[in-house]
């Protein structure tokens, strides 16, 4: 039996990223904005991507007084090749960007499924392909896919979210198995619904969708099966994401760390 391994003391672990580069797509709203100015303030460097100018500069200036800075990249992830090549020489990348369309099978647009796939699924496999070289070079990586409860579980009307998150979860586990004897873990973050723009949009198309007002949709259609009866916070999505990024979480890796609210307990 080997002797246990020497845990830091005092045995509370912190993040520090001083000295790492970190990479976050949809970085200038909701669940990226956040994971940006906690990896900021865990040190990082931090690449924020998103194709929304105006919200980097935001971001920008939020996170001034942090201890890493923020660089703003405006980047349109169906460009893939641009979007591999942006991740080259990251130590921890966080695919988080996503859209969202609540249609029927029979009336979703065909385009509108190819480009959330795009974005969704095949510009992660871009960034984690452009991120691995370093990662492996140097023995240590981080890859935090922002999944969602919809990567295990489907709802009506959302073939396409679901389709990609299904997906995504399973190039993380790839990744995982392939990243391990190189000191690179990968994981999902899946939370149920997040108080963010993306959520926000949603309540006219659900309540088209099922035939009710928009007041309604949030307590019966998007609460419906969660025993925890509140939209989950950016902040607390960032903090799960950060943990995955920490000493403590050295053997968590192939894995989903759900948050949502008892929804899969069901």
Not at 111 to 125: C, I, Q, S, W
Request: glycine share 10%; net charge negative; hydrophobic share 45%.
């Amino acid at each position: 039996m080997t002797a246990a391994r020497a845990l830091p003391a005092p045995y509370a672990p912190t993040l520090d990223l001083g000295g790492r580069t970190a990479l976050v797509t949809g970085a200038a709203g909701g669940i990226g904005r956040a994971c940006v100015l906690r990896l900021a303030a865990a040190g990082a460097k931090v690449r924020a991507v998103d194709r929304d100018a105006a919200g980097l500069e935001e971001l920008v200036d939020a996170a001034s007084g942090l201890a890493g800075a923020v660089e703003p990249h405006v980047l349109d992830l169906t460009d893939l090749d641009a979007a591999e090549l942006a991740a080259a020489g990251t130590d921890v990348l966080v695919n988080n960007a996503g859209l969202q369309l609540v249609r029927p099978i029979e009336e979703f647009p065909p385009d509108v499924f190819h480009t959330v796939l795009t974005v969704m699924l095949e510009a992660p496999f871009r960034l984690v392909r452009g991120a691995l070289p370093h990662m492996y070079g140097q023995g240590w990586g981080r890859i935090v896919n922002i999944s969602s409860v919809h990567g295990l579980r489907a709802s009506a009307y959302k073939s396409a979210y679901v389709a990609a998150k299904h997906g995504l979860e399973g190039l993380s586990k790839t990744a995982a198995l392939e990243g391990a004897p190189h000191g690179v873990t990968s994981n999902c973050v899946n939370p149920a619904y997040v108080r963010t723009p993306l959520v926000e949009k949603q309540l006219a198309d659900q309540a088209r969708a099922h035939g009710i007002p928009e007041e309604r949709v949030l307590t019966e259609v998007l609460l419906q099966d969660s025993a925890v009866k509140r939209l989950i916070e950016p902040a607390e999505v960032a903090d799960a994401v950060a943990y995955l990024c920490g000493p403590q979480a050295s053997f968590v890796t192939g894995t989903s760390l759900v948050l949502d609210g008892g929804w899969t307990a069901h």
